[in-house]
């Protein structure tokens, strides 16, 4: 008789990148029939038209068959006013930040960062094994460290993630500011993230093309309303796309993902309904705060940075016992919760929440 195998005592031992990384485990689970204001999602849900376009269009064929793009690369390439050869359509943000390093970034290659910012850009970097800088937001204020990060950036730096504007802090880069970082990188791959735009007004998209070392991302998750589709976009020089487009797996866009942004973009009058919204409400987070006598930084997209001093986990967590989630930052940045902002009915729930506990 054939000998078993031997039974495995051991986990298999991954590689140096991998053991070297901390473990991240955003905090996703309870969060349903809550106040969500932790995770800078759209807080009253997708448009309808798109719910409703899903509905009439979901059958039995659709979900056979591998997905195809040629629908909705034209769509958003004409929404994003790009050539369809200029846009690559990603697995949300993520998977964005994902092929671009895999594409630019060998084992100990030098990618530069900011600190604090979104969390995935140095997941994929040291998953990659890069040698990560990170150049600290201004202490005072928060602000876009532009001389620090022109300074940092030299021949061996491969990659500059930059979030524009920045999560948590809300802090934003100008667009010329952003111009100077891609003349001093022009061998790096720079990326400006844009998932907060529509809160911003800001865009490097109109270089797409001019730049050859610059890539723009946006998403749906935010200000569209479906972070669960997970669907992001990626635009750079047609060249560029095609690197990328040999780095990612063929199929990781679903098809209800695609089908659901070509919709979201025949018509953004809700986006845009609802951006306007969270301006208004975003004052009024202000006005209440300034109440209460809370420091805050002023921020440029749909969150906001209180400094809630050593009480911070504490009102995290009153918080959420009272049904509305927001987000501690005070790992990073000391004394700081993050609130994101809804609409402004959202808002006076949270500020009432707030000034009990206060
Ligand atoms: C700067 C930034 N980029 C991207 C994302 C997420 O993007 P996606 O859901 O498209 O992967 C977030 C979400 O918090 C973010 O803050």
Not at 16 to 37: C, E, F, I, N
Not at 56 to 79: H, I, K, Q, S, T
Not at 194 to 216: H, I, K, M, Q, S
Not at 310 to 316: F, Y
Request: with cysteine; charged share 25%.
């Amino acid at each position: 008789m054939a000998e078993a195998n031997p039974v495995q005592t051991a986990p298999l031992r991954p590689r140096q990148a991998v053991l070297r990384m901390a473990p991240y485990s955003p905090p996703t689970a309870g969060r349903a029939g809550k106040l969500r204001l932790d995770f800078n999602e759209n807080t009253i849900g997708a448009p309808p038209h798109v719910v409703e376009a899903l509905r009439r269009r979901l059958e039995a064929d659709l979900l056979a068959v591998y997905p195809e793009y040629g629908e909705v690369r034209a769509a958003l390439a004409a929404y994003f006013q790009v050539s369809p050869d200029q846009l690559l359509l990603t697995n949300g943000t993520d998977e964005a930040i994902q092929v671009i390093i895999n594409t630019y970034v060998d084992d100990g290659d030098e990618v530069l960062l900011l600190r604090p910012s979104y969390a995935m850009y140095r997941f994929y970097a040291d998953v990659a094994g890069a040698s990560v800088r990170e150049i600290d937001y201004r202490p005072e204020d928060l602000a876009f460290p532009l001389e620090e990060l022109l300074e940092a950036i030299g021949p061996a730096t491969r990659a500059i993630l930059i979030a524009n504007p920045n999560n948590p802090t809300g802090t934003a880069a100008s667009r010329e500011q952003l111009e100077m970082i891609l003349d001093r990188a022009a061998q790096a791959a720079v990326l400006v993230d844009e998932a907060y735009f529509e809160f911003y007004g800001v865009t490097l998209l109109p270089l797409v093309g001019r730049a050859p070392n610059l890539f723009v991302s946006r998403t749906f998750s935010k200000v569209f309303g479906m972070a669960a589709l997970r669907l992001g976009c990626v635009f750079s020089h047609a060249d560029n796309i095609r690197f990328l487009h040999k780095a990612q797996s063929p199929y990781s866009v679903n098809m209800l993902a695609a089908m659901a942004a070509a919709e979201a973009v025949k018509d953004d009058r809700y986006v845009k309904e609802y951006a306007a919204e969270v301006l208004a409400a975003r004052d009024l987070v202000y006005q209440g705060l300034d109440r209460l006598g809370i420091s805050y930084y002023r921020s440029q997209a749909n969150f906001v940075l209180m400094r809630a001093g050593e009480r911070a986990l504490e009102i995290r967590d009153k918080l959420r016992a009272a049904g509305v989630l927001v987000r501690d930052r005070s790992y990073e940045l000391p004394g700081c919760v993050r609130v994101t902002v809804g609409t402004r009915e959202q808002v006076q729930r949270f500020l009432k929440a707030l000034e009990e506990i206060w």
